[in-house]
């Protein structure tokens, strides 16, 4: 979980950096368009970002949590599915449009952490090996790890810079 604790660090850097005008600047990524997946209409704000990551650590350790607890359940919970999860992350921007950029900030920290503790629970063969726990299928379970932690701060990065390159051209 390297990956996952640099970038997180890298991220927080990022966010430590942003000006008034870059935290007060809704995001707007119309005119670029190269940017026509969902997440650059759905996110006006850092908070907005935080909450994705922050939604999807949750994701991971329930899933995990109530898995090795002996009750399955998917990962993308009912009633959606990896075809419908755009509209998920719709329903948590929504569920989080009263949420304040300091309580995200909170939430996304707290979450990251005990996403890396519960990694630390496992050996790097039960992670990295596929079919070690019948419940994640055909991936390895470190694979959902890195999606929601490097791989997402990756994501996060990428949104702010563009975001920042945004705002240096107005």
């Known amino acids: 979980m390297v990956a996952a604790t640099d970038n997180y660090k890298k991220l927080n850097t990022l966010i430590s950096g942003l000006t008034e005008k870059e935290l007060s600047t809704p995001f707007d990524?119309?005119?670029?368009?190269?940017?026509?997946?969902?997440?650059?209409?759905?996110?006006k704000n850092l908070r907005d970002v935080l909450i994705h990551l922050y939604e999807w650590h949750q994701l991971l350790l329930s899933w995990v949590h109530s898995n090795l607890d002996e009750e399955p359940q998917p990962f993308i919970p009912e009633p959606y599915n990896w075809k419908t999860y755009g509209d998920m992350n719709v329903e948590f921007w929504k569920k989080h449009q009263n949420t304040s950029l300091e309580e995200a900030r909170e939430m996304v920290e707290k979450t990251h952490n005990e996403v890396l503790c519960l990694a630390e629970t496992f050996s790097n063969e039960e992670l990295f090996t596929k079919g070690v726990y019948q419940w994640v299928g055909g991936s390895a379970l470190g694979s959902y790890f890195v999606s929601v932690t490097s791989s997402h701060y990756d994501w996060a990065m990428k949104k702010l810079k563009a975001h920042i390159r945004n705002c240096k051209g107005k």
């Open 29 to 43: 990524f119309a005119d670029d368009e190269k940017k026509k997946e969902a997440h650059w209409k759905r996110d």
